[in-house]
């Protein structure tokens, strides 16, 4: 991990667990005999899902030459990781160029196909890092319905908090039934004051008066959350649009971060949702959850490939704390199953 | 959903089309296309390769040599099979929603996080209650996510249907029985359970769900899975149908862009029909789902087979060669116009055409944006039938009393003669130039009538018709046709029998 130590760099708690071997701290100690540490939850889930692909490798692989069968039995592999049919042939003709012929163990393949992987990953890898030049840090959370936006504000915020930052968060989804109940609850749970209007109120008209009290009750963070839209959805894109002119009347720099929540289970589509969402509401950010099931989530390597977006967090599942910093190599392991 | 798919299959097909004979080589590559393109639309991969692996030997046997144009035969083999897999041909008389058991009948509704079970439970509560006029009771057994059970609540304000009352503290499975209790003494027809999301390897999650199925024997035990997910759906589907007998699959953010492949995989892979599509946040957006729609969707064709015929039949040959002739030498009057307006007509209007050809899903697309439907033909032939025999040969002579004349006869405005009579010119120009061996056909003649239709395009600048750029611009506008005759290709629909004049009659095509 690139540890930039001059800038303010959120790093939640979770983080020191994910990297094995690192000291815990006294605070999650306390949690540890309740629950398995979030790393062995993240590989629990990972692994998992990726056993397929692993039992696969293995199967494929027990010390032969690497022929053209073998790699595009490989490839199907990578297929079915949802890295998608481009990515898949690329990794699977460097391995060939690199190997054929040779002999290799299976061992040797998962670290070369996780080395690949992570080579694409590592640059995206990204922190999520409130600027502090910026009180309140103005975050809008935006996604298709259902990717797990409000669950992720309330994880992020509680994670935040825990690093000492005040955060209000904003129930912007005025749509959807009892969506701004469920935000509250998530306010109650972690202790963050939630900013809301009636159903069906004015989304735009909330994010200013939101972004106006993180100002007047001077909060380090405003996370605001969205109502779910499919991509395709001119109508409700254009709403968004205007929640963010809406904003920056206020501050013109506003938001500052736009973090699009990606499902883990989503397949190709999820291109399509990053490039029109980042076209639209300027994502700075991906956050991708659900990946305590068993779908991989290497849409993301396809993702990192085509836009280079950032990818700050992932969720592993439904808990306040199941959250974890993105880790470009850790995901790439488990992904392919590598030690 | 189908759109991308449909483009992708799309070019495949118009490389098939339009060709003599097809080699096994040819086969072999046009079937590597159909596999990526299924692989995008994220098919399960075992499913893709069985599938292909049918097609194939379907395509390099017997069936495709024989047939006189074994393109057609191809795409015709792919659309069975896609048929197939989707649950095959289904009879719309059978209830989609089975509720022949005994009162009150438990429906009970599964699936991961946020894949969209409370819509639809409420969705399918108000048809059930609207179509079936049964009584329905909801029950969210979601204790999970916050304001769930709220949020099931409101949903039953807003449709009408009842909802059982919150009682904070209470476990799914205490919910469930008070659930089926409640309408037993309340004498309801149909108890809909809304469960909580749940990822199919938490253990402890499946077997609450399993507990809520023994203590309430649900009739119908329902999937409901996003069709924008990925190579996962088809784990998911497998692992729910051997945890808990799941009876059918209810897809949902259908309306979304993504390709649709989940619903491909999931029928292919558990055996589960899958019942019904949810097309959008409405509570009405909720569609039956019928096997075939969905493959022609995906071809972008409805049956290909059935628009030959249905040609053959409806097209007189003679009335059509000689509006071919008369076209290539640039006399294009209104006449013919009006023939080729009662043509459309008669093969089921502009839907019906459009729905028959491959690969234009595009063009529908911005048919219906256009807002352009039957109507605009049948004011158009109205238009024309009040003229008289001397105006319809020669529109020049319309002048604004003329127009004012025949816009009272035909109950149009006049303005709408002045659009018809300017997409005739329109026309005429671009048949003037295909005479000289361009490329279009119907094509052309849709993307005129979309640009009329109402703003849907733009208008088509005065001076395009000299310009093929411009003209291909238009017709690529217009959906692309494959097989219509590209440059080099021979035109008319795609493989339309041959001996069948330049594909539709009067719309020429390159000439041979
Ligand atoms: N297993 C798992 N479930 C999650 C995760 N994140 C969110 N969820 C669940 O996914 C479902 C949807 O999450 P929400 O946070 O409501 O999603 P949303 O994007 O706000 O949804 P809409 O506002 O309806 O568009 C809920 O049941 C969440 O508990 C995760 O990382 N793992
Ligand atoms: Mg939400």
Redesign the pocket.
């Given at each position: 991990m690139t540890e930039n130590p001059s800038k303010a760099v959120w790093r939640p708690e979770s983080m020191t667990q994910l990297k094995e071997g690192n000291d815990v701290s006294a605070e999650s100690e306390e949690d540890a005999p309740k629950k398995k540490s979030l790393f062995q939850r993240m590989k629990d889930g990972l692994s998992r899902s990726t056993r397929t692909i692993t039992d696969g490798i293995t199967g494929i692989f027990t010390r032969k030459k690497l022929d053209q069968e073998t790699l595009d039995e490989l490839e199907d592999l990578l297929i079915q990781a949802d890295l998608g049919v481009d990515v898949a042939a690329d990794i699977t003709r460097t391995l060939k160029r690199d190997r054929f012929d040779k002999e290799i163990s299976d061992e040797e393949v998962k670290s070369f196909l996780a080395g690949e992987i992570a080579k694409i990953l590592k640059p995206v890898e990204k922190p999520f890092a409130p600027d502090p030049a910026h009180r309140p840090f103005v975050t809008l959370v935006v996604?298709?319905?259902?990717?797990?936006?409000?669950?992720?504000i309330g994880k992020l915020a509680k994670a935040l908090k825990a690093e000492g930052k005040s955060v209000l968060l904003a129930a912007g989804?005025t749509f959807?039934a009892a969506?701004i109940d469920?935000l509250k609850v998530w306010g109650e749970r972690i202790g963050a004051p939630v900013v809301s209007t009636r159903v069906g109120g004015d989304a735009a008209g909330l994010a200013y008066e939101a972004v106006e009290r993180g100002r007047a009750e001077n909060h380090d963070v405003v996370l605001i959350?969205t109502?779910?839209r499919l991509q395709n959805k001119t109508d409700l894109m254009a709403e968004l649009e205007k929640v963010l002119r809406v904003i920056r009347k206020l501050d013109p720099t506003a938001p500052h971060a736009t973090l699009l929540?990606l499902d883990a289970t989503t397949g190709q589509n999820a291109l399509n949702q990053v490039e029109i969402f980042g076209k639209i509401a300027g994502v700075t950010g991906l956050v991708m959850?659900?990946?305590?099931?068993t779908a991989r989530g290497g849409i993301l390597v396809a993702i990192a490939k085509r836009f280079a977006m950032p990818v700050h967090m992932i969720?592993?599942?439904?808990g306040a704390d199941?959250l974890q910093v993105f880790d470009a190599e850790a995901f790439s392991r488990a992904i392919t199953g590598a030690r | 959903m189908f759109e991308n798919l449909t483009g992708r299959l799309g070019d495949v097909f118009s490389k098939l089309t339009g060709r003599g004979a097809l080699s096994e080589k040819d086969v072999d590559e046009a079937m590597r296309e159909v596999r990526r393109a299924l692989l995008e639309a994220d098919v399960a991969l075992p499913v893709v390769k069985s599938f292909i692996d049918k097609v194939k030997t379907r395509a390099i046997g017997h069936e495709v040599v024989k047939s006189v144009s074994p393109g057609q035969q191809v795409i015709k083999i792919v659309h069975d099979e896609l048929v197939e897999m989707l649950g095959g041909a289904s009879s719309p008389d059978e209830p989609v929603i089975s509720l022949q058991a005994v009162r009150p009948v438990p429906i009970m509704m599964v699936g991961l996080?946020?894949s969209g079970k409370t819509t639809s439970t409420a969705k399918i509560a108000r048809r059930l209650a609207e179509r079936e006029k049964v009584k329905v009771l909801m029950a969210s057994l979601d204790t999970?996510?916050p304001a769930?059970q709220e949020q099931l609540r409101v949903l039953g304000e807003q449709t009408g249907i009842a909802t059982l009352p919150i009682v904070a503290g209470q476990n799914p499975v205490q919910i469930a029985r008070r659930a089926i209790e409640a309408g037993r003494l309340g004498g309801y027809d149909v108890v809909m359970l809304d469960t909580?999301?749940r990822?199919h390897i938490d253990e402890a999650l499946m077997a609450e769900m399993a507990e809520v199925r023994d203590v309430t024997n649900p009739h119908e035990i329902l999937l409901v899975t996003d069709s924008l997910t990925g190579q996962d759906a088809v784990n998911v589907a497998r692992q729910f149908k051997e945890r808990i007998d799941v009876t059918g699959i209810i897809l949902t953010r259908v309306d979304g862009d993504g390709r649709g492949g989940a619903a491909l995989s999931m029928r292919a892979v558990t055996g589960v029909p899958i019942k019904l599509l949810g097309t959008g946040e409405k509570l009405d957006a909720l569609e039956d789902f019928r096997a075939e729609r969905v493959a022609g969707r995906i071809l972008g064709m409805g049956d290909v087979v059935s628009l030959v015929e249905r040609a053959a039949e409806t097209i007189d040959a003679e009335k059509a060669n000689r509006i071919a002739k008369k076209m290539k030498k640039g006399e294009f009057d209104l006449d013919d116009l009006s023939e080729q307006l009662s043509q459309m007509a008669r093969m089921g209007g502009i839907k019906g055409v459009m729905s028959m050809l491959p690969g234009i899903a595009k063009a529908q697309k911005q048919m219906a944006d256009a807002n352009l439907d039957d109507k605009v033909i049948k004011r158009q032939t109205a238009i024309i039938s009040s003229m008289t025999k001397i105006e319809r040969r020669n529109p020049k002579i319309l002048d604004a009393r003329r127009k004012r004349r025949i816009a009272a006869g035909s109950g149009t405005e006049v303005s709408e003669i002045n659009k018809l009579l300017k997409m005739h010119r329109q026309m005429a120009d671009v048949l003037k130039m295909m005479g000289k061996g361009g490329r279009g056909g119907l094509a052309g003649m849709l993307g005129k009538m979309v640009g009329m239709g109402g703003g849907g395009m733009p208008e088509m600048p005065a001076g395009m018709p000299g310009d093929p750029k411009a003209l291909q611009d238009m017709m690529k506008s217009a959906g692309g046709f494959p097989g219509l005759g590209g440059p080099g290709k021979p035109g008319g629909l795609p493989g339309l029998p041959k001996g069948f004049p330049g594909g539709l009659p009067g719309l020429p095509s390159k000439k041979k």
């Open positions: 996604g298709v319905n259902g990717s797990g936006k409000t669950t992720t989804d959807r969506a469920q959350d109502a779910g929540v959850t659900k990946l305590d099931g969720g592993v599942g439904e199941d | 996080q946020g999970r996510r769930a909580a999301g990822t």
